[in-house]
């Protein structure tokens, strides 16, 4: 039977070890999402990061066909020009274009990326992207002033890495209650078939509490003042939950998801003096401490490779012809590569241990690889070593965040629930990949799934 409504309710982070467990008891209307539902891991995709995830879960399709590898990318080959995915970054339809096209009203709120605000067949807010409410941030635009009338100091995002972790809890609370209380109100007063709302506030208290909560953590100290911080905030994102289950409705198909989860950070490692030591990346003379790559004085007429930091390492090749001064010839790439590939995968944490890393290449990830995607994507110990791109420090090893206070890193999978009226849920479902989101969506609307998504329905697995 065809859905009239769908909610898809977007957790930014929620991390299935505390929602599906350790936390569960905190959360009485997710439990009840589960237990007259679907559930289960949802994988996110290559790189579990929130852009470009939101828009592979909403089009299912892959990164390398969107054309987005993560927030920041080269530029035309540079070695130090790059650019900023947002909202224009992305031209391939959306689960709501197609339901637009069908005659369908779609609402999103805070769905990354949604700045610039682009048009929908309804109406959109725009997400943490947005640099501040004098900004054009809603579609239509005089929606803007409903906004704010519901939530007149309507916040986009936090400043999470910071040391004031007072002053971050309270923003962390006001944004959540502010954008729920909008997206109630655009619940009741717009007459929409999908409501997808994204809320960023768990990924933020992820990133600044995790080593106050988790007792594996290596930064973690007994008894801190912060130690239920995270289970508290996840208790009161599912009490606005419940107020919004009230407010649509059990007539209406509800999916809670999140992009990918978190997990506790061991460290960083400088992936760029790793590459020096290696013999990889040359420079002409040492680094300022924590200096970035681009204000290192590189020898790239003698440097073979170098790395962009972030949750995960994007390492460039220097191929003759491609990079300005590159060295490595194109008969030469593909056994570079492997030499570097081997190399990679023997770096030892600070203990002597082999970590778990894994170096994948965007060709053998993706049907297509448009625009400027890295030559090789590495996950530090299966991520939980975050790459550190700045160089300068006195070792490899960091124990703290190098571009500001983190205490977590991005896990592989995510979150998903869904309770459809009239259907029966068939409790926990292994397999659940991100890219089944949209084709589900269209599906319980009774739509064809388009043959050149990549993820299939859940109802139909």
């Known amino acids: 039977m065809a859905q009239k409504r769908v909610l898809v309710m977007g957790l930014d982070c929620m991390t299935p070890d505390l929602a599906f467990d350790l936390y569960l008891g905190d959360m009485p209307n997710l439990r009840r ?3 007259d539902g679907t559930w289960g891991e949802l994988a996110s995709s290559h ?11 909403a089009t299912s399709r892959d990164p390398g066909t969107l054309g987005a590898y993560g927030f920041r990318h080269r530029k035309n080959n540079s070695y130090t020009e790059g650019w900023t995915a947002n909202a224009s970054t992305f031209d391939l339809p959306a689960v709501w274009d197609h339901l637009g096209a069908a005659g369908k009203k779609v609402c999103l709120v805070g769905l990354p990326p949604s700045y610039p605000v682009r048009p929908v067949a309804g109406w959109r807010v725009g997400c943490f992207l947005t640099p501040n409410r004098d900004k054009v941030f809603t579609y239509p635009e005089d929606l803007a002033r409903e906004v704010l009338e519901v939530a007149p100091d309507y916040r986009f995002d936090v400043t999470f890495r910071t040391d004031s972790r007072d002053e971050l809890l309270r923003e962390l609370y006001l944004m959540a209650d502010e954008h729920f209380r909008v997206v109630e109100h655009l619940a009741a007063k717009k007459p929409w078939d999908l409501l997808w709302f994204v809320e960023i506030g768990m990924d933020r208290i992820h990133h600044a ?170 996950y530090l110990d299966d991520l939980s070593w975050r790459s550190a791109g700045t160089m300068g420090w006195d070792k490899n090893y960091l124990f703290e965040n190098d571009t500001g206070p983190d205490d977590a890193v991005h896990a592989a999978s995510g979150c998903f629930v869904m309770r459809a009226p009239g259907r029966r849920g068939t409790g926990r479902r292994d397999g659940l990949t991100i890219y089944d989101v949209a084709p589900t969506i269209l599906d319980l609307f009774g739509m064809p799934v388009p043959q050149e998504m990549e993820g299939k329905s859940c109802l139909a697995m």
């Open 209 to 378: 509490f995790w080593k106050f909560s988790d007792p594996s953590h290596p930064l973690y100290e007994p008894g801190n003042p912060y130690q239920t911080a995270i289970r508290d905030y996840y208790r009161h994102i599912d009490g606005l939950v419940g107020s919004l289950l009230d407010r649509v409705g059990p007539e209406t198909a509800v999916l809670a998801v999140s992009d990918h989860g978190a997990k506790a950070m061991r460290g960083a490692f400088c992936i760029n003096q790793w590459l020096v030591d290696a013999g990889y990346l040359a420079l002409k003379s040492q680094p300022a401490r924590g200096a970035s790559l681009e204000k290192c004085d590189v020898d790239w007429a003698r440097t073979t490779a170098w790395a962009w930091g972030g949750y995960y390492a994007r390492v460039f090749i220097n191929v003759k012809g491609r990079e300005p001064q590159g060295v490595v010839p194109p008969e030469r790439y593909e056994a570079t590569l492997a030499a570097l590939t081997a190399d990679i995968l023997g770096i030892r944490d600070h203990a002597g241990r082999l970590m778990a890393t894994r170096v994948l290449r965007p060709k053998d990830l993706y049907r297509t690889c448009r625009g400027d995607s890295p030559d090789l994507m590495v």
């Open 33 to 35: 999402l589960m237990q």
């Open 47 to 57: 790189p579990p990061i929130t852009v470009p995830a939101w828009m592979v879960m």
